[in-house]
């Protein structure tokens, strides 16, 4: 990769478009020849990165790091300020654990037009979030914390909730009133009173503890999963 594109991929988790790479000097002949020989990797339509080698990463940590990759290249697909990358996608950007989700899909929140609904590996949830629950982060555009964790906490098991809730409460990344402004915000999103996300984000608004550690039973996430975060 000649230093002008890896500037490029640098400040995209790796990732760089085809577009990118014309922009670069590469020649529709030399990005084929890249992609041909393995030097080159695919990660979606139009999204390339550079081959590396993954296999002295534990796979949870790969799994991450390829979900990222993701996220970048579904991003970098899109135009510039129409997606904000939500719910567990945000919780891995943010380096907050996350269990039993799908690591596959990219989680997006829309701010124009576009249809809610899965497509070509993504997520596309609509809907206005307010400046106080946006804001940039390794060169993306994210929820916050408190916000990822509570959409999270809508959408995903029991399980999912608890151990990335336990890791933001317990390492103090949201300050309790700022959990419970987000939690009173969502209160009336689809689901009603009665959902079982809207009990686990009222659960959110009201820690008892600096911590959310709840006995599941069979469930034991790998010591990782439920670390500090960074």
Do not use: C
Not at 61 to 84: D, F, I, K, S
């Amino acid at each position: 990769m000649n230093l002008r594109l890896k500037a490029v991929a640098d400040k995209q988790g790796g990732v760089f478009s085809r577009r990118q790479a014309l922009g670069s000097g590469y020649t529709p002949d030399q990005i084929q020849d890249r992609l041909r020989d393995g030097r080159w990797e695919r990660v979606r339509h139009g999204q390339y990165v550079e081959r590396t080698d993954l296999n002295h990463l534990p796979p949870w940590e790969r799994q991450l790091l390829l979900h990222r990759r993701l996220v970048y290249a579904a991003v970098n697909a899109m135009r510039p300020g129409t997606a904000v990358v939500s719910h567990h996608s945000a919780l891995v950007v943010h380096n907050v654990p996350v269990w039993d989700v799908n690591l596959n899909e990219v989680q997006l929140t829309r701010s124009n037009s576009a249809r809610a609904g899965s497509a070509a590996g993504v997520r596309h949830h609509h809907g206005r979030l307010s400046g106080d629950v946006v804001i940039e982060f390794g060169n993306l555009t994210v929820t916050s914390v408190a916000r990822s964790l509570v959409e999270t906490a809508a959408t995903a098991s029991f399980e999912a909730a608890v151990v990335s809730a336990d890791a933001v409460l317990r390492n103090r990344l949201v300050p309790d009133a700022q959990l419970r402004s987000v939690v009173a915000q969502t209160e009336f999103w689809p689901g009603g009173g009665r959902s079982p996300g809207h009990g686990r984000r009222t659960r959110l608004g009201n820690p008892p503890n600096r911590g959310f550690r709840t006995h599941i039973k069979g469930v034991e996430p790998p010591n990782s999963l439920v670390s500090q975060a960074n």
